[in-house]
């Protein structure tokens, strides 16, 4: 994640480390420890993804007119 307007070559650079960090054996040894299950995506495949779960658990949301949580 980065502030929208960051530039594309700072993103694919933070995506790039992101992704070496997470798939190196001690990055996924450290996450798995944490109870956090690895999974990267490189930064347009992660932003497909989180559009694609929004429209769907959206809609999920309106048609069962589920209230906010307070």
Do not use: Y
């Not at 347009?44 to 929004?54: H, I, K, N």
């Amino acid at each position: 994640m980065a502030p929208a307007g960051t530039p594309q070559a700072v993103v694919d650079r933070l995506s790039a480390e992101v992704g070496k960090i997470i798939t190196s054996p001690a990055g996924r040894d450290e996450l798995v420890r944490l109870a956090v299950e690895p999974d990267f995506r490189p930064a347009g495949d992660l932003a497909a993804f989180m559009r694609s779960e929004l429209d769907k658990w959206g809609q999920v949301v309106r048609e069962t007119h589920m209230p906010p949580i307070e």
